[in-house]
């Protein structure tokens, strides 16, 4: 039985085979990555709901004390200089924070995944609809994510559609028809979902700050909270990527 020569029963160059062989690569690649990165997404977005709930449990046990702030405390050498509701307060607070960092950790990272599993979407219906160029396999030349540490930092506490997102692999080392795709997306309705869970996170506090401190804070926290969101409307004036 003969070998039949590829380049002899496809009529291409050498040269054309193997870029063919490229792009027949790259499409599994990109399908494999879609694949896995749905199921990352899923992942992420379960722990954040996670530390949500855990969350929840803590301010419905301030709520459904009868004591509250609890009556050891004045009992603790702290208080010689720090009242009882201020004291009871920051350690919630300190609770708070630190499950509020987390979620928005994961929530960061399922963000990052949304957006690239609809660009994987993205780039591969662009090559159902046009040939492959030879420079869309190339190494990424541009220039990565722009941001500052700063916003990062922000966006672990409040939503920062312009800081840069998490990423183990670097625009560079991805091909250029890829990150093109994942360029234009410019963002998916994952940031409103997140909005959502981020802004209850915000309410539970604001329900703690309200059963600490009396009823007489409430018009404050009111205004604090309008001021937050005129914030965040601002701050997504510019798309998640």
């Given at each position: 039985?003969?070998?039949?020569?590829?380049?002899?029963?496809?009529?291409?160059?050498?040269e054309?085979?193997?870029?063919?062989?490229?792009?027949?690569?790259?499409?599994?690649?990109?399908?494999?990555?879609?694949?896995?990165?749905?199921?990352?997404?899923?992942?992420k977005?379960?722990?954040?709901?996670?530390?949500?709930v855990?969350?929840?449990?803590?301010?419905?046990?301030?709520?459904?004390?009868?004591?509250?702030?609890?009556?050891?405390?004045?009992?603790?050498?702290?208080?010689?200089?720090?009242?009882?509701?201020?004291?009871?307060?920051?350690?919630?607070?300190?609770?708070?924070?630190l499950?509020?960092?987390?979620?928005?950790?994961?929530?960061?990272?399922?963000?990052?995944?949304?957006?690239?599993?609809?660009?994987?979407?993205?780039?591969l219906?662009?090559?159902?609809?046009?040939?492959?160029?030879?420079?869309?396999?190339?190494?990424?030349?541009?220039?990565?994510q722009?941001?500052?540490?700063?916003?990062?930092?922000?966006?672990?506490?409040?939503?920062?559609?312009?800081?840069?997102?998490p990423?183990?692999?670097?625009?560079?080392?991805?091909?250029?028809?890829?990150?093109?795709?994942?360029?234009?997306?410019?963002?998916?309705?994952?940031?409103?979902?997140?909005?959502?869970?981020?802004?209850?996170?915000?309410f539970?506090?604001?329900?703690?700050?309200?059963?600490?401190?009396?009823?007489?804070?409430?018009?404050?926290?009111?205004?604090?909270?309008?001021?937050?969101?005129?914030?965040?409307?601002?701050?997504?004036?510019?798309?998640?990527?």
């Open positions: 039985m003969s070998s039949v020569n590829p380049t002899e029963a496809t009529g291409l160059c050498p054309q085979v193997l870029f063919y062989k490229r792009v027949e690569r790259a499409e599994k690649f990109v399908r494999h990555l879609w694949s896995s990165i749905d199921s990352y997404h899923n992942h977005e379960n722990l954040a709901h996670a530390a949500l855990v969350m929840e449990g803590l301010v419905v046990g301030v709520l459904t004390r009868k004591q509250w702030p609890p009556t050891w405390i004045p009992d603790l050498e702290l208080t010689e200089w720090l009242c009882p509701q201020w004291a009871a307060f920051i350690g919630f607070g300190i609770l708070w924070l499950l509020h960092i987390y979620m928005r950790w994961q929530l960061r990272k399922r963000r990052w995944a949304a957006i690239m599993s609809a660009g994987a979407s993205r780039a219906s662009i090559w159902a609809m046009i040939h492959p160029a030879p420079g869309d396999l190339e190494p990424y030349p541009g220039p990565g722009e941001g500052g540490q700063v916003w990062t930092i922000l966006d672990h506490i409040v939503i920062v559609p312009k800081a840069p997102l990423s183990d692999v670097e625009e560079k080392d991805y091909p250029t028809w890829f990150v093109a795709a994942v360029l234009k997306q410019k963002g998916t309705g994952a940031i409103e979902a997140e909005g959502i869970v981020t802004l209850g996170s915000y539970l506090l604001l329900l703690v700050i309200a059963r600490t401190f009396g009823e007489v804070v409430v018009p404050l926290l009111i205004w604090l909270a309008y001021m937050a969101f005129l914030l965040l409307k601002m701050l997504r004036r510019r798309p998640a990527l």
